[in-house]
DNA sequence: CTAGGTGCAAACACTTTGCATCGGG
DNA sequence: CCCGATGCAAAGTGTTTGCACCTAG
């Protein structure tokens, strides 16, 4: 987790973590990247890509691996699920308790080591759901 | 699922569907595009996966976006939860029972509709565990 | 001062797409 | 026959990297 170099804290580092950290939503690294524009518009994508790895790396930021999406990236560091709206792709904490159990259950079933657990949930989220009672908006 | 038209079951969408049919394991588009191969050399990797595509489309095999890597695909349609190993990236079956309560422990806790869940473990499989038990592949 | 950080552009890995041609039903 | 499928190359998308310059400590 901690690095033996201690984290130089550059502007645009520090800005970074701010603006995540006002952030109640779980922004994409070019999300990020629109609003610390508006802070450092000289920023490069890039420098957000290394920082929020970097970040993640010392547990100051926890990244997320999205199934077939794109990264996200949150200031929260405590374990928690997620659900992603399957219509606009946003992404919300979901308040409920964690289930550990189940990795011993893995553990057992499939011989693997360390087992650590994932869940991912999908829906529809209440503003699409608002929206688009049919559900079909990209099949059109 | 269906769609209006039949699926054309041409050469190369027979060999795709029956090379994954032989595999327990889960191959991405172009481990499998390397087993095809062998039975037609020209076939291109973007039939692959636009076969594989289809195929996942019509329900005959399952698509999964694993977070953070590559897309995998398998000829199993039942419903299970997968491991994938942190060292060597292969991914395994789980064989455990579902959890579906927790879709409405979810959907009472963040007021999505539709919720479906996925489950993915990590851990070590046998085979890296056995090989490196000092557990430190890459950092070397 | 100097190692680590930055901006830029270019490279990368994976996946999708445009198009002329092919072939299954 | 004709429309969906194919192979190829080229374009996309999201992310990482090489490099010369910059800056926090």
Known sequence: ?????????????????????????????????LLVRKRLPKISISTLYRNLEILSASGLVRKMDVAGQRKRFDATTSKHYHIRCDKCGRVDDV??????????????????????????????????????????????
Do not use: K, W
Request: proline residues 6%; hydrophobic residues 30%; aromatic residues 4%.
């Open 1 to 33: 987790m901690n690095s033996l170099h201690p984290l130089r804290m550059t502007q645009q580092r520090r800005v970074i973590l701010d603006e995540l950290r006002n952030l109640t939503s779980h922004p994409t690294a070019d999300e990020l990247h």
């Open 95 to 140: 308040h409920m308790d964690l289930i550990p159990t189940i990795e011993e259950i893995a553990r057992s079933a499939c011989r693997y080591e360390s087992v650590s657990h994932r869940v991912e949930f999908t829906g529809i989220c209440p503003h699409c759901a608002e929206d688009e009672p049919f559900e079909r908006r990209d099949e059109l």
